[in-house]
């Protein structure tokens, strides 16, 4: 192993989920065997993606609800939760609950924005405060404060029967702890670390200050951890696709070869007017994935991540990634399985 790396200590990775429209509960219930199997193989942590008004995981906290009953270990994360379609309060009371529910393994990830094709879904989703609505920081600072269990309202004490508290129920001392932020700029970056969370990183960067995506992605490691009150020892997880073949059939080695080569266009210079950079997925053996990893400029300075399984692959095919990722790679990246 080279110097410039460390040993990997958290080992997750992260599925979208995908459903067929005529048939949601097949897709459904095989991202919830991956997470099992996740738990079976030794993985630190499971994350599911957010997609709203797609084929894909529209209520993770629901699902992690579920994934909660049917692991005992593995801890459950979101990556992310836009928050440009929540409410804060509301969205509070659910990770509390659920987090209550999986015994304190919730690590909800979050992002700020405008709701993707805003113009086209504004109507419906707030039909009265369109034009009002504040997708900025100040939505996340609002959920943070509410999950850390500072009060909603003046209001607490006996109505008749009923006791009202003034703060989020229930409260879970330790998810404030467990937030994270998804960010791919700077000024994302300063500001997770200003308000205590910890980092998601994933594949997608802005091209701010250079068009190197790993020494850009090194550089929002850096700004973070200046910013954040732990310093150097605050929480950063890295999100890159790699697709290991070690015991991948021909038929699967080269459907993930093609799949690599139709995405690889988009990471070699920057894409639209926010000037996004793509990192390459990362395709072949775990010795020859992990070769590429520790030469990674970003991946030097973390000690967990989660790789981003490809978008449209079948169940088996994430069975075999996810075996050989906890069988090999893991290993080879100097990681120990959970038991």
Partial sequence: MPPTSQPLRKLGFLTIGLFEGADPGRGHESTLGII??????????????HRHL??????????????SQRTRRI???TAVIPLGWENPLRLAEDLATVDILSGGRLNPGVSVGPPMHYDQVKEALYPDTADAEDFGYERVRRLLDLVRGEPATDFSGVEGFEVFSDRVQPHSPGLGRRMWYGGGSLRSAQWAGE???????SSVVKAEESEDFA???LSHIRAFRAHHPDGDRARVSQGLVVIPTDSASPEQRAKYTAYVEKRTPRTVTPQGPARLMFAPDIVGTSAEIAERLHAHGAFQEVDEVAFALPFSFEHDDYVQILTDIATRLGPALGWQAAT
């Fill in 75 to 77: 801890e459950l994360g």
């Fill in 54 to 67: 797609q084929y894909g995981i529209s209520s993770p906290v629901a699902v992690l609800a579920a994934a």
């Fill in 215 to 217: 020494g850009t992605q």
């Fill in 36 to 49: 099992e199997l996740g738990e079976q193989l030794g993985f630190d942590s499971a994350w599911v993606r």
């Fill in 195 to 201: 308000h205590g969370m910890n980092f998601l990183t």
